[in-house]
């Protein structure tokens, strides 16, 4: 089958760009450039297809349609309208466009996008005496503008909403860790599937469903539809001959993955989003407070996500938490590795191990530290604290 290449850019979180390109040589993508944010590549439909159903550490893949410098909002509206929008869009669809700007001379992104909304909807109105309508939650075409400067890049979004919404979180605790952040960082420690992992302030499961979705070759997206199965040019076989290859693959882990909370309802959500990922048979939960367990797990791979202690009356009891994680992954943790993210720089220095990694990651608007921790045995742990 002959299919045209065209060019494609995923975004990501900052700190995955390289395992979003990693991700994407491995589904054969090809001409991987890493951008800020962002991976550009190249591929044909199938790709496209392919990149939104396993790509872990991507928001979004977007494909670009034009690109043009503008000198004011009249400018963006004349040159969105030299765009023919019916090859993309029924007169009886919907659209939705999004806007990100950064740029000296357009401020308000919201502003541009409703420009760029109306450029489009007076086109099919001159054209058809109709226009489409809008539809923010679920359209049937989501359309980016992305302003640099003067520089404004028009690009289809292929996913729809965003990738980190797989699809099986229908209930949350909490402050929850987003999808692509777990598995952006399962894919950083390098886990190779087999050791025992260990989630043990699960809060809604995410580090563990991603682990298992990991380990047993489900794809990120396999539980959810995509913007480009509304466009009027998909390719309803194409898309069931890839998930089919993609049902085909799943396979049960080597490894055990262990995932406690002390909060009863967090396990019972977590439980619950394992089971819509069909996914709650590779993954053992537990209510256990990890502090006070005496629960030997050696030879594992510990994540952690504890609380950062954002409210004022947390400050005074967050660093003895922190010396009591440390404590707990030192006595009960032997020949382990661990990992723990945390937006408190100054808490995560009373862990009392010395981190062999620190990486700099955002949770959501929050910077933050991730940090490796390598638990060693008695006297061989001491040698490596020098």
Known sequence: MNMEHYEMVATTLF??????????????AQKIEILNRAVRFEGDKKMMYKSNLYLRTALRVLMPISQFMIRDERDLYKKIQRIEWDKYLSVDGTLAIEATVKSD????SKFMALKAKD???DQFRDKYSR???????????RINLHINDRNCAVSLDSSGYTLGKRGYRTAQSEAPMSEVLAAGIIALSQWDKKRNLVDPMCGSGTFSIEAAMIASNTPAGFFRNFGFE???DFDKTLWKQIKTEAREQIKKPEGKIFASDIDERSVTIAEQNAINANLAQFISFKKLDFLNSETKQNNCIVFLNPPYGERLKDEEEIIPFYKEIGTQLKHFYEESEAWIISANINALKFIGLRPSRKIKLFNGPLECKLQKYELFKGKKREQHQD
């Open 230 to 232: 509304m466009w009027p």
């Open 131 to 141: 226009r489409p309508s809008i539809d923010v939650d679920t359209p049937d075409l």
């Open 15 to 28: 700190g995955f760009e390289e395992t979003l390109a990693d991700e994407l040589k491995v589904i054969g």
């Open 105 to 108: 001379y357009f401020t308000h």
């Open 119 to 121: 450029a489009v909807v």
